[in-house]
């Protein structure tokens, strides 16, 4: 394992993920960068596309069940895996099967903490009721 210097943009698991994954700190922490600039702006996309087709179907974008938040936050994380993989086989220099393995361990953790975010950013910055019926309108 190759020991580099710690930098603090590398985040608190890339030293972990260093030593799992036998890689640089260095390599690493970009890609967690990467792979967090990458997520930052599928969550972007992704929660307006959801928004508007709930709106589209006639459901509330202020009320979610436990049910709509799973599916939510499943389709979520299957739209970031499909954007990612290709990307963590090519910096690590893996196979695609490879980086679907390692990748499904990052998203068993990132799923649920997709989950909960989401619920408190709804609950803290929730859509007021009158954006919801002019969006529908239009």
Not at 67 to 78: I, K, N, P, S, T
Not at 82 to 100: H, S
Not at 110 to 133: G, H, K, R
Request: net charge neutral; aromatic share 16%.
């Amino acid at each position: 394992m190759k020991t580099e210097k710690w930098n603090p943009t590398y985040g608190i698991c890339a030293p972990l993920v260093s030593w799992i994954l036998d890689k640089g700190l260095a390599q690493i922490g970009a890609l967690s960068i990467v792979l967090s600039l990458t997520a930052m702006w599928l969550n972007y996309v992704f929660n307006l596309i959801f928004d508007l087709a709930l709106v589209r179907l006639g459901r509330s974008v202020n009320v979610r069940s436990a049910w709509m938040r799973v599916f939510h936050a499943m389709l979520f994380e299957a739209s970031l895996l499909i954007l990612t993989i290709p990307v963590v086989a090519w910096w690590l220099d893996m196979t695609l099967w490879t980086a679907f393995l390692t990748d499904i361990g990052f998203v068993l953790f990132f799923l649920i903490y997709t989950y909960i975010y989401n619920w408190v950013y709804d609950v803290v910055f929730p859509m007021p009721v009158q954006s919801a019926v002019s969006v529908e309108k239009d």
